[in-house]
């Protein structure tokens, strides 16, 4: 895009370029359902607009569906402008109850992706897998929130499934789906972190599983580490009644 056009342009003329151009993208496959879209910066560099622009274009795309923004991790492709029929709303994770459902729907869902994922992972989906536990072990070394990593590493298996409707269905949960771990009355800063580390302990039995494409392995793994979390919302809602 000329630059000197551009400055011409209203800023509102331009949003809608740049969400025709991105659109064209994602309908002819240049970018895929489950992909990233590049970082505000590159898309600013490219189509020579400002970020007020790409942010007024990113909405707009959300609007129709097309893309979800997932706080702390970036931008991805939904589909090609439905909007998804399946969706859990921040509402339905108000209460433990709430968090506890969501879990038994993960157990059904994720055990089985473990197994598929396997069975047909790629080197790129390992190396992908490890740069997300990566991230959740140095978060939790630095206590901040490992929430953006952690679901990461539970899509990333869900694309190692080589069947995108697993990718889709995450997508689409978003990482609202990562119960965050609270500090309950009694409980230390280091308790918390210990907790973390066991998780995370639960999520490189899980990898390793995968990487030794042991399905029933990883079924067993993804199986116990959604349990867990599970029970343990069930006994602080058990103390909390």
Do not use: C, W
């Not at 893309?67 to 998804?84: C, M, N, W």
């Not at 907790?195 to 990487?211: P, Q």
């Amino acid at each position: 895009m000329n630059t000197a056009i551009a400055l011409r342009r209203k800023p509102r003329t331009l949003a809608l370029e740049l969400v025709e151009s991105l659109g064209d993208r994602i309908r002819d496959g240049r970018l895929a359902l489950g992909d990233k879209l590049p970082t505000e910066a590159a898309i600013m560099a490219e189509f020579e607009v400002s970020r007020t622009v790409v942010r007024e274009a990113i909405s707009k795309l959300q609007a129709s569906g097309l893309v979800e923004t997932r706080h702390g991790i970036g931008t991805f492709v939904l589909g090609l402008g439905q909007a998804p029929g399946f969706k859990i709303t921040p509402e339905q994770f108000s209460t433990l109850r709430d968090v506890i459902a969501v879990l038994e729907l993960r157990i059904g869902v994720e055990t089985e992706a473990a197994a598929l994922a396997a069975q047909r992972r790629t080197e790129a989906n390992v190396a992908a897998m490890r740069v997300a536990l990566d991230a959740v072990t140095k978060a939790v070394d630095e206590g901040r929130d490992a929430v953006a990593s952690d679901f990461q590493f539970h899509l990333e298996i869900a694309r190692a499934t080589q069947n995108s409707h697993f990718a889709e269905l995450m997508g689409t949960l978003g990482s609202m789906i990562i119960p965050r771990a609270r500090l309950e009355a009694g409980d230390s800063e280091g308790d918390l972190r210990q907790y973390l580390r066991r998780v995370n302990g639960e999520h490189e039995s899980i990898y390793d599983a995968i990487v030794a494409q042991d399905p029933d392995g990883a079924r067993a793994a993804m199986r116990t580490h959604l349990a867990n979390s599970r029970e343990r919302r069930r006994r602080a809602q058990a103390e909390a009644g």
